[in-house]
């Protein structure tokens, strides 16, 4: 029986939500946010997360490569 590889988020959530316990600096989100998008790169569930987030509208996070910014952006030039 052949396993199906999870999504790298599931491994590390904090790299696409941020940390729980700290605050961190613009600088230290937008250097996160680029490592999450990374790693949504290359992520076989990349458009089953985008479909998601575009429906679920989240408030923050790296969804499908892009921040809940990006994706409310994204969302109005597609709808």
Do not use: F, K, N
């Not at 569930?45 to 921040?67: D, F, N």
Request: with cysteine; glycine share 4%.
């Amino acid at each position: 029986m052949q396993e199906t590889a999870l999504p790298e988020c599931v491994y590390d959530p904090e790299l696409h939500t941020g940390p729980i316990d700290t605050i961190e600096s613009a600088d230290q989100r937008a250097a996160r946010e680029d490592v999450a998008r990374d790693v949504c790169a290359t992520c076989p569930a990349l458009r089953l997360c985008e479909l998601y987030a575009l429906r679920v509208r989240p408030a923050s996070g790296v969804w499908a490569g892009r921040t809940a910014a990006e994706l409310a952006v994204y969302r109005a030039e597609v709808a």
